[in-house]
């Protein structure tokens, strides 16, 4: 069992950045992370992923280029630093981990969730 919470968001204006950051209770060298989004009245989607030892990194084309996925295996910490922003990357941000291996881009391959973080991008 892994308990994730999610700090860091806020307001920024376009153009701004802002690093996220996710706090594991458990070993998070077991789990595969990753940071998803949803918007209102959209679904939940993928942001970055990154494997366990943290050499192999994944991104949303909307994101890449912009946004670095970051991990502290010793500290059970993961982070999302997002500059460049866009009134788009305005959502609720969530931590995931999973136990599964491979890109990972969809809801089902993630087995833990945090609670969100809101980030809003003004325009």
């Known amino acids: 069992q892994v308990h994730l919470v999610e700090s860091g968001g806020g307001l920024v204006q376009a153009g701004g950045s802002l690093r996220l950051s996710c706090a594991a209770s458990?070993?998070?060298?077991?789990?595969?992370m990753g940071w998803f989004r949803q918007s209102p009245g959209k679904e939940r989607e993928f942001v970055a992923r990154?494997?366990?030892?943290?050499?192999?990194?994944y991104y949303a084309d909307s994101v890449k280029g912009r946004f670095t996925i970051s991990r502290n295996n010793a500290e059970n910490m993961v982070y999302l630093q997002m500059n460049s922003l866009k009134p788009e990357d305005t959502a609720v941000y969530y931590c995931?981990?999973?136990?599964?291996?491979?890109?990972?881009?969809?809801?089902?391959?993630?087995?833990?969730w945090g609670q969100g973080t809101q980030v809003t991008v003004s325009s």
């Open positions: 995931a981990a999973s136990k599964s291996y491979g890109v990972g881009t969809v809801f089902n391959d993630y087995d833990y």
């Open positions: 458990g070993r998070t060298l077991r789990y595969a």
């Open positions: 990154i494997n366990r030892s943290g050499d192999m990194r």
